[in-house]
Each structure stands twice: as C-alpha cells, then as structure tokens.
C-alpha cells in the first residue's frame, strides 16, 4: 500500500543528507596547475580560493600577460577538479541512498 507519510519522511531525511553532503564538499579542498607547476591554486568545492603560488620565474613586468593567462588556467584547472569532486561525491552518497546515478541532474527538488 502506498505511504504518502513514509515517502515525504524518506524525501526530508534525503534533503538533509544532500544538504550535508553539500557542505561536507564544500570544505573539501582541490588544487590546480598550469605551466607545469609554475602556477598553483588551491581552493575550496565552493570556490574560496585558499593558495596562489607562482614560480618567481615567471614573475616579470615584459609578460605580464602570460603570467595572467597561468593564473586563470590554474584557476580553471581547480575548479574543473572541484566539479569532478562534487560530481563524485554527489554519486556516492545517492548510491548509499539506494537512488540510481545521473538522478539529481533529473530535475529532483533536493
């Protein structure tokens, strides 16, 4: 027999899980690179970037937009690796959940 009580508790209790998993990511940290190391970031899932390291190398006035174009690669590297993260972790929990993969992209409400 269909519950509609039961079924609202499971989505509630599902929400929650969701939500901390959300902020479980978001204090996870990633790190990203370009130009073979000389640019690091470091960032958190949500985006607060942490850590910016540049090689003295590359630190000069006559190139000044080559030394931008690494710092905005690094970034970009980060936050492709910090979606993969919240991708990845989003999956797992739903699978402790018992829900198939690809669901939340279905349009869920939580």
Do not use: H, W, Y
Request: one cysteine or more; aromatic letters at 2%.
């Amino acid at each position: 027999m269909f519950n509609m009580q039961q079924m609202m508790q499971k989505a509630q209790s599902m929400q929650k899980k969701m939500a901390e998993l959300q902020e479980r990511v978001g204090e996870m940290e990633v790190s990203g690179q370009s130009g073979g190391g000389l640019v690091s970031v470091t960032m958190t899932c949500k985006g607060q970037m942490k850590a910016l390291t540049i090689d003295p190398s590359i630190i000069s006035v006559d190139d000044k937009e080559m030394m931008e174009d690494l710092i905005k690669a690094a970034c970009n590297d980060a936050r492709s690796k910090a979606d993969q993260k919240m991708a990845d972790e989003t999956q797992k929990a739903m699978a402790d959940m018992g829900l198939p993969p690809g669901l939340m992209g279905g349009g869920m409400p939580f």
